[in-house]
C-alpha cells in the first residue's frame, strides 16, 4: 500500500520529484547522478576517507570496472534484441497487427464522429478525451430531472468525469506532438476507477435506471475502456522506441567507459608506481571514474521513466490497488483523480 501512495504522490501535479522520474531530461538526470558520485568521491578524498595511492587495490578496482561495463553494455543489448525481436514477423502476423491498429483508429473514429483519426498520438488521444467528456455529459443530463439519490449518484459520477476529461482534453490540446508527451499527460487519468464506479452504478441500479440513462453509461464505458487500449497502444510504442535509443546510447558510452578503466589501471604501470604525482591523481582518477560510471547513470535515468510508466499505466481495465478492502460502495462513485 505504501508504494500505491508514493505512485500516487508521483503521480500529482507537477514537483521535484515527478520531474525526476518522469518529466526531466534523461540526459540532465545522468548528468545529475553523476555530479553527485563526483561531489561524493571528491568529499572522500579530501577528507582522506578514500585514497589512490596503493597500485593493488585501484588495479583491482579498474578490473571491476572493466567487467561491470561489460556486464551493462551486454545486458542492455539483450534488451534490444528482445525489442527487435517484436518487429520480425510473417507476413500474416503483421497484417494482424495491422488490421489491430485499424480497428483501434476506426472506433475512435466512430465514438468521436469524425472521418479519420489523427494520426499524432496526443491528437488522437485528445479525440477520445473529447468523446470520454460528451458522453459523460450526455449521462449526467439524462438523470437532471430525477431528485432521487440514484440520479444523484449518476449525476456526481458523470460530472466527475466531464470535468477530468475536459481537463486532461485541455493539457493534451496544448501539448508538443510526441509518443511520450501522449503517455506522459494521461499517465495520472484514473480511467480504472472511473470505469470501476460506473459499473457498480450500472449494476447497483440495473433495472431502476431508464433505458436512456442505461445507454448513455454503457457508452462512457466502452469510449473509457477505448482510452484505455488506445493509451496503452502509445505506452507500448514509447517503450520500444525509449528502450532501442537507450540500448543504442549504452553502446556509444561502452567504449569510453571500458577505455576509461584500462587507462585508471594504466596510471599504475610505471616501474615506480603512479604515472602522475600523488597529489595529482585524484584529479585525474575521479573524472575517469565518473566516465566509467556514465552507461550506468544514464541506464539509471532511463530505467526510473520506463519503470514509472508502466506501474503508473499497468492495470488493463477496472483495477484499483490503492483501495482498502473494506471500503465498500464509498468508492464507487468516489473517482479519484491523482
Not at 99 to 126: H, N, W, Y
Not at 306 to 334: F, L, Q
Request: hydrophobic share 45%; net charge negative.
Amino acid at each position: 500500500m505504501g508504494d500505491d501512495r508514493a505512485d500516487s504522490t508521483v503521480g500529482s501535479g507537477g514537483g521535484p520529484l515527478r520531474w525526476v522520474l518522469i518529466d526531466g531530461n534523461r540526459f540532465v538526470i545522468t548528468a545529475g547522478i553523476l555530479a553527485g558520485c563526483g561531489a561524493v568521491l571528491a568529499a572522500l578524498t579530501a577528507t582522506g576517507v578514500i585514497a589512490f595511492t596503493n597500485e593493488n587495490s585501484v588495479n583491482r578496482l579498474a578490473n571491476g570496472m572493466v567487467a561491470g561495463t561489460f556486464s551493462v553494455v551486454t545486458i542492455v543489448i539483450t534488451i534490444n534484441q528482445l525489442i527487435l525481436s517484436r518487429q520480425f514477423g510473417a507476413a500474416g502476423e503483421l497484417r494482424d497487427r495491422l488490421d489491430g491498429v485499424m480497428e483501434l483508429r476506426a472506433d475512435v473514429e466512430e465514438k468521436a464522429g469524425i472521418p479519420a483519426s489523427p494520426a499524432e498520438p496526443t491528437a488522437l488521444l485528445e479525440v477520445v478525451m473529447g468523446a470520454v467528456e460528451e458522453r459523460a455529459v450526455r449521462l449526467r443530463r439524462s438523470v437532471e430531472d430525477g431528485d432521487d439519490e440514484r440520479s444523484e449518484e449518476i449525476t456526481a459520477y458523470a460530472e466527475t468525469v466531464a470535468e477530468a476529461a475536459a481537463r486532461a482534453r485541455e493539457n493534451l490540446a496544448e501539448a508538443d506532438f510526441g509518443t511520450f508527451n501522449a503517455v506522459s499527460l494521461t499517465i495520472d487519468y484514473d480511467d480504472s476507477q472511473q470505469i470501476y464506479a460506473g459499473r457498480f452504478l450500472r449494476n447497483e441500479h440495473a433495472g431502476e435506471i431508464g433505458e436512456e440513462t442505461g445507454e448513455a453509461l454503457d457508452e462512457l464505458l466502452e469510449t473509457l475502456q477505448l482510452f484505455n487500449v488506445t493509451r496503452s497502444h502509445f505506452k507500448t510504442t514509447y517503450m520500444e522506441r525509449e528502450l532501442s535509443r537507450l540500448s543504442r546510447l549504452i553502446t556509444y558510452l561502452g567504449v569510453p567507459a571500458i577505455l576509461a578503466a584500462l587507462v585508471i589501471g594504466l596510471l599504475y604501470g610505471d616501474v615506480g608506481g603512479l604515472t602522475v604525482s600523488p597529489q595529482v591523481a585524484p584529479t585525474v582518477i575521479v573524472p575517469l571514474i565518473l566516465v566509467v560510471l556514465s552507461p550506468l547513470a544514464l541506464l539509471s535515468a532511463f530505467v526510473l521513466r520506463s519503470a514509472t510508466v508502466t506501474r503508473r499505466t499497468a492495470s488493463i481495465g477496472p483495477m484499483v490497488p490503492s483501495k482498502e478492502e473494506g471500503e465498500g460502495t464509498a468508492a464507487s462513485t468516489d473517482v479519484t483523480e491523482h
